[in-house]
């Protein structure tokens, strides 16, 4: 039975298509079917300028005069003309509709039609046999967008471009624009939702009659009605018209945000409010939005973090109570949305540590079942919200390990990045996977660019690990040469990396089979500039030292023309008498046998990972260094220091600098407070 009415509905289609031979167009339009693979379809090229006939028959004609249209004048005679002669089709139409003392009619039997439709051009034919009432129109260009949706990109330009030839399209709109005047607000809403979708040039006659509509009885939307309309301007570009017509909405939202009851309506209008909102506007937004917080689904609140990036707003109240709501259903997210969440927290700078936490254990969960891209995508999100996964990077090493030949080029350098950047210590596992990339970095060095080279090299170098094959190839003269072309924009960058490199080669020492060097003339200047004392920093410490003898400060060094340190003590050792040093004639003490040097190191808290003391990459790599030069390094955070009370601040740097100078009643506060 079921087989019997699909093949009877599948010949009505195909005879709708193909049996009727009164439009010579269709056999033409199927001879464009061997080439269609290779044709790209703007709307600019397949549409015509639906208008009148005399003017608007070529695009070329299409441009629109923003006056005409800008305007709140009359609507042209013709036009009140054809309206007049379609009163009588609205009455008509009304008639059919449900009465008070009637139960509802059986519904129009063209509608039932155009349900069975399964392409424009089937809309189109059915128009054709049985002319569309008024209310009927938008509903033809709703089914044609609606039959578009989930065809292959290929199949949709296709048929785009059929329903474009077809002489039946141009009829549709005009009819379309005629009667717009007609038509309710949710008909116009979406008339012209359909038209955008469907690829009506923006331009054009029709698309421009039906925006000014929209503003001349804007006050008449109901909020279904605003919502389709925002969502819609959400993918147009800027003319007076669309100007226009979003500046008037900005009003009418504000007026009715008090009656809005629907969340997806909300969201739709803060995204076409957008950046440009006054900031008492998006506030009045944010408390509707929290007034509705309960009502949100998981979809909303995914939804609503989207949407505050949309509108360059942050609201951390709303934030969380999205995050919570994503915690608590993340198993049903899919990749993509997820994906987009934190990209989103990305943007606006929000991190919270459960719902990071919470989406690194669920995609360390789905490790095996997503690909390597997948994974290293939320990676690379993680590098860059400076949070560390523990769990998700532990998990995916030994998946390098079992298998490196998997890794492109591009998710090699994504990986080195990651890692390198992010300091984890991947303990037993650090040099079977460092070896692991390696070789497949090993494999990619004739297709790599120089300043690929350049970053795997960097990157290998902020992780300690220095093969031989990628450092003789970026180092060779002829490689060297293409950096001299290095736009302006990207020098500093390359000379930093350089200057690492040179660091590492001069201070790790590597055993190489050759020795190398970083030539001078892509080192650059090291010392760009000086930053500036930090204050709380350098009165606590004066304060530390006043009671210290044999105890020197120097601020602001530069060691190794490199690295900026923002504070050296160095404390002279009293362990040798002039009896004892006299007995060593002729040599003489290095500074580092005869002096304890400790370099206070204050970093913003962009140099920390997340929600931990562990110091990211750069900021590693300047400690390793500084205690191979003989420092004892003393890390601290600039958030930390400012938190800490004036009157407390000496007594909390002295416990970090001088733990030894500690009672035994003040260690475990200062422990607490370093941790």
């Known amino acids: 039975m079921f087989q019997s009415v699909w093949v009877t509905e599948e010949v009505i289609r195909w005879s709708l298509r193909f049996c009727s031979r009164r439009y010579p167009w269709k056999q033409r339009s199927f001879l464009v079917t061997s080439s269609i693979k290779d044709t790209s379809l703007p709307s600019q090229q397949l549409a015509h300028s639906w208008g009148t006939k005399q003017s608007y028959t070529r695009l070329s004609s299409s441009l629109v005069s ?22 009588s089709a609205v009455a008509e139409s009304s008639l059919t509709a449900e009465t008070p003392s009637e139960p509802r009619q059986r519904r129009s039997p063209f509608l039932d039609h155009l349900q069975r439709c399964r392409s424009p051009c089937d809309v189109l034919d059915l128009t054709c046999q049985t002319s569309p009432t008024v209310r009927q129109v938008s509903n033809c260009l709703s089914q044609m967008w609606a039959t578009t949706k989930k065809m292959s990109d290929e199949q949709r330009r296709y048929e785009l471009q059929l329903m474009f030839e077809h002489p039946a399209f141009e009829k549709l709109l005009q009819k379309a624009m005629k009667s717009v005047g007609q038509m309710r607000s949710e008909d116009i809403a979406y008339s012209l939702l359909g038209m955008v979708k469907l690829g009506v040039p923006q331009s054009s006659r029709v698309v421009q009659t039906f925006l000014r509509n929209c503003q001349e009885k804007l006050n008449d939307f109901d909020e279904k009605s605003l919502s389709v309309v925002a969502s819609c301007l959400e993918h147009m570009k800027g003319s007076p018209n669309v100007g226009a017509l979003k500046d008037g ?34 506030r009045k ?22 949407t505050m990036t949309t509108m360059g707003f942050y609201s951390k109240p709303l934030l969380d109570i999205c995050s919570k ?18 990209q989103s ?11 990071l936490t919470g989406i690194s254990d669920y995609v360390t969960s789905m490790i095996d079942i997503w690909s390597n891209k997948q994974v290293i995508l939320f990676l ?3 590098e860059n919200l400076v949070f560390c996964p523990a769990a998700l990077m532990e998990a995916f090493a030994e998946k390098v390990i079992d298998n490196p030949e998997a890794l492109t080029l591009k998710d090699l350098l994504c990986l080195l990045k990651v890692y390198s950047y992010l300091n984890y210590d991947l303990q037993h596992h650090r040099q079977q996977f460092l070896d692991s990339l390696s070789r497949a970095l090993d494999s990619y060095l004739p297709k790599m660019s120089s300043y690929e080279l350049l970053k795997a090299v960097y990157y290998l170098c902020l992780l300690g690990h220095f093969p031989s094959a990628p450092l003789e190839k970026l180092l060779q003269s002829s490689t060297l040469e293409l950096f001299s072309s290095t736009a302006p924009k990207f020098l500093q960058s390359q000379e930093r990396m350089f200057q690492t490199v040179h660091l590492c080669l001069s201070l790790d020492r590597p055993v190489l089979p050759l020795p190398l060097t970083v030539p001078p003339s892509v080192l650059g200047d090291p010392v760009s500039r000086i930053p500036s004392v930090n204050p709380h920093l350098s009165q606590a410490l004066q304060s530390i030292l006043e009671d210290l003898a044999d105890t020197v400060l120097q601020e602001m060094v530069v060691v190794e023309n490199s690295y900026f340190v923002d504070a050296v003590i160095t404390k002279l050792l009293p362990n040798q ?7 060593f004639a002729g040599e003489e003490c290095s500074p580092a046998e005869s002096s304890q040097r400790i370099a206070v190191i204050c970093a913003p808290y962009s140099g920390f990972c997340y929600g931990t003391s562990n110091p990211r990459g750069p900021l590693a790599i300047k400690i390793r260094h500084l205690k191979i030069l003989g420092y004892n390094p003393v890390l601290l955070s600039e958030q930390q220091l400012k938190s800490e009370p004036e009157e407390k601040r000496a007594d909390f740097l002295r416990g970090r600098i001088f733990p030894e100078h500690l009672t035994s009643d003040a260690r475990p506060k200062v422990e607490q407070l370093g941790s």
């Open 577 to 583: 008498t002039e009896t004892e040093e006299s007995s």
């Open 345 to 355: 927290c990305r943007e606006l700078h929000y991190r919270d540590v459960d719902l």
């Open 285 to 306: 937004l944010e408390g509707k939005a929290l007034s509705m917080a309960d009502q949100f689904s998981l979809p909303n609140t995914q939804y609503m973090i989207t």
């Open 249 to 282: 909405m900005r009003l009418v939202v504000e007026a009715r945000l008090p009656r809005i009851k629907n969340v997806m309506t909300l969201q739709i209008m803060m995204r076409l409010l957008g950046k440009d909102a006054p900031l008492d506007l998006k």
């Open 380 to 382: 690379s999100l993680f």
């Open 66 to 87: 923003s006056v005409r249209f800008y305007s709140q004048g009359t609507i042209h005679n013709e036009e009140l003309e054809e309206k007049e002669r379609l009163s």
């Open 325 to 342: 709501k994503i915690i608590e259903n993340i198993n049903g997210i899919p990749f993509n949305r997820l994906y987009t969440v934190l």
